[in-house]
């Protein structure tokens, strides 16, 4: 059985700080393409950032590039997403996704972020 928990989300006040973490359980993680994607209210889900096996290569929306960071822990079957300089306009639902080199995909159930002041 798959399992993608994500943890660390909550309040933040505006240029603060969350790291995100993604615990993985049930495929091959070090293969594994693994992003993070968003969903604010009312708004559809977008793609955050991702980072691909094994070379651990990475992009990013334009809209967190240079705030965000995105890595993994092979050793853990975990990914994380750094966000730094935190925004209002961030707030939304977090969602952690796998994409195995063979077989379905995989998502998350969320943690939320809030940012506000």
């Known amino acids: 059985q798959v399992q993608l928990v994500e943890s660390g989300g909550g309040l933040v006040q505006p240029g603060g700080s969350l790291r995100l973490s993604c615990a993985v359980s049930?495929?091959?993680?070090?293969?594994?393409?693994m992003s993070w994607y968003r969903q604010a209210p009312g708004k559809e889900r977008e793609f955050v950032a991702s980072?691909?096996?094994?070379?651990?290569?990475?992009n990013y929306a334009d809209s967190v590039q240079g705030r965000f960071t995105i890595s993994r822990d092979n050793t853990k079957s975990t990914v994380y997403l750094q966000m730094n300089s935190l925004k209002p306009e961030d707030t939304a639902l977090y969602y952690c996704?796998?994409?195995?080199?063979?077989?379905?995909?995989?998502w998350g159930q969320g943690t939320q972020v809030t940012v506000s002041s």
């Open positions: 980072i691909g096996a094994p070379t651990a290569s990475t």
């Open positions: 049930g495929l091959t993680f070090r293969v594994s393409t």
């Open positions: 996704h796998a994409r195995p080199i063979l077989g379905p995909r995989y």
